[in-house]
Structures are given as structure tokens and as C-alpha cells.
């Protein structure tokens, strides 16, 4: 055996046995040649393969440390409540203890910064580490371009409000559109127009119109994963809005808060395609904690300044704390092993659930969508169907779903009955037993009908 696998299995049996707690720093690489007797690069090889089988995991200047294996989550409540209609991540896949750890060395790292009002653009360091953990996504910015703010909604909140370039105030949205951005609209009575989105994607031929002759100031979209109907745009359609955006001078607002959900190398953002006439938004609610409030917004140079006076009228900074964990967090390779244990976890659910949808829709009036990665998806059901009344008999037996009439417009009058089906919330083995349900109840209300 060789000298580097023989200190990783007295590593790993010290931490079975509890002589090597989880969370707990490890001896340096110099302490660690000198206790073996071995070379520094040996230690090295033998921290790579522990890291590499997630047993440790280091964080830049600070050292290695053991990874926390389990969390004493609060009781569970059974599998006695199929729920399809949350939108909140799944608490089981979610790193507490790691995150913990990170935040405590942030507070340890960055003391100094918690007795001092940071900036509105947030924490340097991470800007720094963003840039160049976006071009994963195809996004390619400079530090200067990028804002964190206190989730992506405090993020549409400003771009809703304040003045652009153009002079113009109306927000164009697909319909349907994420519910809180239509309220928000609403609350602030800023002026809204709405263009039909189906699974095939928009009319490009009506949003070229729009563009043209609408006043529009921006067009807010979620190309990727739509909510509510996770579907996404094709590479064509999203290159063509880019394209418009810049012949018409209207900004798109791409929400990409599921980015990393996406499992096509090939599917690019907007922003690839016409950066300067795009703002960038992502998420970080669904791979690490939504309590965090941490969202990131790219924008082009035109907008940077009006943004920032906004950003710092509205909340100063955003949390330091938040921003120097998620940095560490990132930095010392968690986040990515992390997201591809959640992505895989979302990916087996969605697949269990177009297959349930294949098996008991056998309706020639009710379509579903065929989504592939994701966290949702929808079915169109018949505007006979009085779907309050369905979802109210689903409940009872321990089925929730929600219906999506908050997702449109008051004023748009092209709405379709339709139902949001979300994995976050259900485990596997439940799929098959909700989709069953759904369908014997749709069939139920036709008989009594």
C-alpha cells in the first residue's frame, strides 16, 4: 500500500471513532509530514483523496477540516401530506452543519467587518470570487458589474422602480409570471403589459410589436425553468430576444434563479447573447439557504450607477455575514459538491414524475408538459374543470396542489386553467401515489358533473 493511502485510512478510521470530530480543524500538511515521518507532498496527495471521497474539505488560508456527516433535523411528519405545491427547497438536502462551519470562520475571518457598514455593492473579495464562479453559467463580468443584493427580489424591486436611460416605464412580463413580481407591480402601480408564454415558448413576431410600440422599459423573463411553468426557452428564441433587446433599446430582466438546476451544456442565458441590453439575476436560495437573502445582480455600465444609489437607499449593504459565508463556502469547493447532490436529488424526482404523468393521464383534453431537469412542471386542464373545487377535494385526502391564477395579470385576458406541480417537497415514493390521486379526482368531478 502506498505511503499517502496508508495516512488517508488511519485519517478516516480516527474519524469513525470519534478521536477526529466532524467540523473539527485538522493538523497542518507541516505537522502532519513531520508526524508520519513523510514529505509534504504526500500529506497533500493523501487531504486531495480524503477531500475527493467528501470526508474533508479545506478552506483557503485556514486548513483542512473534518466534514459533518449528519444533522439532528426537526421530527418529521410522515409521508401523510403529498405536497406539489411548495416552492421552498427541500430542508433534507441542505448542508446546516457545513454552512455552519463557514459561517463561523467568516465571522473568525471578517470580525472586523461586522462593526462597519459594508458597501452597496457588496463584500470585494466576493465580487471577486462571482465572477468567476458565473462563467460556469456562460455570464462573463468583471467585479465592477456585479451587485449583491438582499435576494432577487429586492433586486426586481429597484429595477421596478427606478428611472432608465429610455425615459420609459412600462414592465412587459410573460404570462404567466411569477406571482410576487406581478404583485410588486401592482403595489407600486408601476404601468404592465403581458405576453402569452406557453411551452412552445412566446411569439416573437408579438414581442418584436411590443418592443417597438409598447413604451416598453423592460422585459422581465425567466428563460430557464419558468415559474410557473418550467419550461424553457429554446437557444434560438433566447438569442433573438437579446438581438431585439438591443435593436429596440429595451432592457430584459432574465431571472435565472435556477440556474444551477441546469443539466444541458449547451443552454446558454440571455446574457450570452446581447449583455448589453441584459440584467443578469441569480439566486442562491435553492443550493444554499433562502433565509440568507443573498441574490447577485450583473448589470450593464449604463444602469450601474442609478442601481447602486437605489441599493444603498433601500438597505445600506446586504448582510456581510451572509456574503463572507457564501464566499468561503464557494472558495472551498462545498458549494459545488453540494449543488450536484441537490441537482441529482431534483433530477430522479422530476423523472419519477413524468413518468407517473405518462402513466395515469390518459385524458385527450389534459395536457402536461415533459420537462427534463427542474424543479416543476404544469398540466393544462379543461376550462369545464372548476379547479378550486379539485384542489379543495385533493386536500382533504392529503394531495396539496395550487392553482397559478396569481401568476397573471389582472388585466390580461388570455388566461388558461392550469396546475404547477413542484418535486422540492416530495419525496419519491410519494409521486406516484399524488399523480394517482390528481387523476382519479379529475376523472370523479367529470362523472359528477
Known amino acids: 500500500m502506498k505511503e499517502y493511502a496508508k495516512i488517508m485510512n488511519d485519517i478516516e478510521r480516527r474519524i469513525d471513532d470519534g478521536e477526529i470530530r466532524g467540523g473539527q480543524r485538522l493538523p497542518s500538511i507541516r505537522q502532519l509530514a513531520e508526524h508520519y515521518s513523510c514529505s509534504k507532498s504526500t500529506i497533500i496527495r493523501a ?10 474539505y479545506s478552506i483557503p488560508q485556514s486548513g483542512y477540516y473534518v ?38 470562520k467568516a465571522i473568525d475571518m471578517y470580525r472586523s467587518h461586522l462593526f ?56 412587459l ?27 412552445s415558448g412566446i411569439d416573437l413576431n408579438e414581442l418584436e410589436h411590443l418592443f417597438r410600440t409598447g ?66 439575476l441569480k439566486s442562491y436560495a435553492k443550493i444554499l439557504f433562502p433565509g440568507l437573502r443573498l441574490g447577485v445582480a450583473v448589470l450593464p455600465p449604463a444602469l ?37 447532490k441537490i441537482k441529482t436529488t431534483y433530477y430522479n424526482r422530476m423523472q419519477k414524475l413524468n413518468h407517473a404523468l405518462d402513466t395515469f393521464n390518459d385524458t385527450d383534453d389534459i395536457h402536461h408538459a415533459q420537462i427534463s431537469s427542474g424543479v416543476h412542471t404544469h398540466i393544462v386542464l379543461p376550462e369545464q374543470l372548476y379547479v378550486p373545487s379539485l384542489i379543495n377535494r385533493l386536500s382533504k385526502k392529503g394531495v396539496i396542489l395550487k392553482e397559478i391564477e396569481h401568476s397573471y395579470l389582472p388585466s390580461f385576458d388570455q388566461q388558461q386553467s392550469m396546475l404547477k406541480l413542484s418535486i422540492t417537497k416530495v419525496v419519491e415514493d410519494q ?10 379526482e379529475i376523472k370523479k368531478a367529470r362523472r359528477l358533473s
Request: negative net charge; aromatic residues 10%; proline residues 6%.
Open 304 to 340: 450601474l450607477d442609478t442601481f447602486s444609489m437605489h441599493k444603498r437607499l433601500s438597505d445600506i449593504d446586504s448582510s456581510m455575514l451572509s456574503q463572507a459565508a457564501l464566499e468561503i463556502y464557494i472558495q472551498s469547493g462545498m458549494f459545488e459538491r453540494r449543488k450536484q
Open 173 to 199: 412580463l410573460e404570462q404567466p409570471s411569477y406571482h410576487l413580481m406581478i404583485q410588486l407591480l401592482g403595489s407600486y402601480g408601476i404601468p404592465a403589459k403581458g405576453i402569452a408564454r406557453s411551452e
Open 431 to 440: 409521486i406516484e401515489e399524488g399523480i394517482s390521486a390528481l387523476f382519479a
Open 47 to 56: 487531504y486531495s483523496e480524503l477531500e475527493k471521497r467528501h470526508l474533508v
Open 116 to 171: 462597519t457598514y459594508g458597501t452597496p455593492q457588496g463584500l470585494p473579495s466576493l465580487l471577486n470570487v462571482l465572477s468567476k464562479h458565473l462563467t460556469n453559467h456562460q455570464v462573463f463580468t468583471s467585479p465592477e458589474y456585479i451587485m449583491i443584493t438582499s435576494g432577487v427580489q429586492q433586486a426586481l424591486a429597484i429595477l421596478s422602480t427606478m428611472p432608465f436611460p429610455s425615459g420609459k416605464r412600462t414592465v
Open 215 to 280: 413604451n416598453i422599459k423592460m422585459f422581465y423573463t425567466i428563460p430557464r425553468f419558468h415559474n410557473p411553468l418550467g419550461t424553457s426557452y429554446s437557444e434560438k428564441t433566447k438569442k433573438a430576444i437579446g438581438e431585439l433587446a438591443k435593436r429596440y433599446d429595451v432592457y430584459v430582466v432574465e431571472d435565472d434563479y435556477l440556474a444551477d438546476m441546469e443539466t444541458d451544456t449547451k443552454s446558454d442565458p440571455i446574457f450570452a447573447y446581447g449583455s448589453s441590453h441584459v440584467i443578469y
Open 67 to 104: 466534514v459533518l456527516k449528519k444533522v439532528d433535523l426537526e421530527p418529521s411528519a410522515g409521508h401523510s401530506v403529498i405536497d406539489f405545491s411548495s416552492a421552498a427547497p427541500d430542508p433534507n438536502l441542505f448542508p446546516y452543519l457545513d454552512f455552519q462551519h463557514c459561517l463561523n
